[in-house]
């Protein structure tokens, strides 16, 4: 059972690829620190910052907002470590298997808005549905309302 947004598998995946993406920064060159290093650990706090706080909006379309916010967090953290690797900060190897972590946290966060999406169409069917019988209901009490004729 989701109870937090901690509870979402997609919010573990990309905390688990923040904490890698943390340590590797740390062997980056002393004068990288406040630029690339910087930008890719903004980057990855703010995916799981987005999940976190779309989670806590209770509402399905600001919450997908939110997650729009994380998967473009993402690519932005796919394009930053091309240029780690354009520098040769990391291998070519790495770079794959961290581009190949990200398009699956990317999966995973399009799997998640894609349900809240279908959660958000049933709420309203199930609201549109209510708006009619409540207008039958308006309806009949009006009808019965109305003089009968003999």
């Known amino acids: 059972m989701i109870e937090t947004f901690e509870d979402l598998e ?6 688990e690829l923040r904490r890698d993406l943390s340590a ?5 060159p002393p004068e990288e620190r406040f630029r690339l290093a ?20 209770y509402h399905f379309q600001e919450n997908i907002r939110f997650c729009r916010q994380s998967r473009g967090s993402l690519y932005e953290l796919m394009d930053h470590l091309s240029v780690a690797y354009d520098e040769g900060y990391i ?17 995973l966060l399009n ?3 894609r349900y809240l999406r279908a959660r958000k169409s049933a709420l309203e069917g199930r609201r549109a549905n209510q708006q009619i019988t ?17």
């Open 10 to 15: 997609v919010w573990r995946v990309c905390r």
């Open 24 to 28: 590797l920064i740390r062997r980056f």
């Open 91 to 107: 291998e070519e190897s790495e770079f794959g298997a961290y581009r190949l972590r990200i398009l699956d946290a990317i999966k």
């Open 38 to 57: 910087d930008q890719i650990l903004r980057a990855s706090r703010s995916v799981t910052n987005n999940i976190a706080e779309g989670f806590g909006r």
């Open 134 to 150: 409540n207008q039958r209901v308006t309806n009949n009490e009006v009808s019965h309302a109305l003089p009968q004729e003999a």
């Open 111 to 113: 799997g998640y808005i």
